[in-house]
């Protein structure tokens, strides 16, 4: 079956720019995650949701990043004024529940370079 | 808080060696403690678990034991093969979560010759 689908693969943006990125879980997932991972280092959670609410954003690093899933499937991670800094892989986790029980499902990632 | 420290990389073994790549680690309590690995072109992945002190976890020929006393979670293979080729994360839930929150280590890129 389908996995996670992260759309677009690679971004290329200027330094102030906005950008979005998108994430579509695996049908039937209930809980969602964002992670960032720098080269070189493992992921960093951002925020995950369970169904449409965002149960935990402790990981976004500041206030221009948002992430939002309306309608409790596909989310989509918003980014305002993007800085260098914020070059990396985002990756999407997808799983049945939000239990610990449940492996995370992710997606091949969207590499984001800010110039 | 929790933290997860992997032996530094990459590692280059030839086909059928031994594998070990280490992993330790620093929580509050006893986690469940997982290896998820992430192979060319492809999204990272679960690939075993131990959610207990002495459970041992294991998956494709890859085993790693949960050992409290040395806070360790090592991942091994007796004979590793070219398709093994792939990068491996150690991780644990972050803060005593009891969701998806993980927190990875670095990574150890592992690189099998034929």
């Known amino acids: 079956g389908a996995g996670v689908s992260q759309t677009p693969s690679n971004k290329v943006t200027e330094k102030g720019k906005y950008v979005e990125l998108r994430c579509d879980p695996i049908s039937g997932h209930t809980a969602l995650y964002w992670y960032r991972q720098s080269l070189g280092q493992g992921p960093e959670f951002l925020i995950y949701?369970?169904?449409?609410?965002?149960?935990?954003d402790s990981g976004l690093p500041n206030d221009r990043f948002f992430a939002v899933r309306p309608e409790g499937s596909v989310s989509t991670l918003k980014i305002q004024r993007t800085e260098r800094g914020d070059s990396a892989v985002y990756l999407c986790a997808s799983s049945w529940t939000g239990t610990g029980e449940s492996p995370l499902h992710f997606g091949n990632g969207t590499r984001l370079t800010v110039t | 808080g929790d933290s997860v420290t992997q032996m530094e990389g990459p590692v280059t073994l030839s086909e059928e060696a031994f594998l070990t790549i280490n992993c330790t680690y620093t929580a509050t309590g006893y986690p469940s403690l997982f290896w998820y690995v992430q192979y060319p072109g492809e999204g990272l992945q679960l690939l075993l678990k131990a959610t207990k002190a002495d459970d041992k976890g294991s998956n494709k020929g890859f085993e790693a034991t949960y050992r409290k006393e040395t806070t360790s979670f090592h991942l091994e293979k007796g004979s590793v093969q070219v398709s093994d080729s792939a990068v491996y994360f150690c991780?644990?839930?972050?803060?005593?979560?009891?969701?998806?929150?993980?927190?990875f280590g670095q990574g150890t890129i592992l690189t099998v010759h034929p």
């Open positions: 991780a644990l839930p972050a803060g005593g979560t009891s969701y998806g929150k993980l927190t």
């Open positions: 949701f369970q169904g449409t609410g965002a149960a935990d």
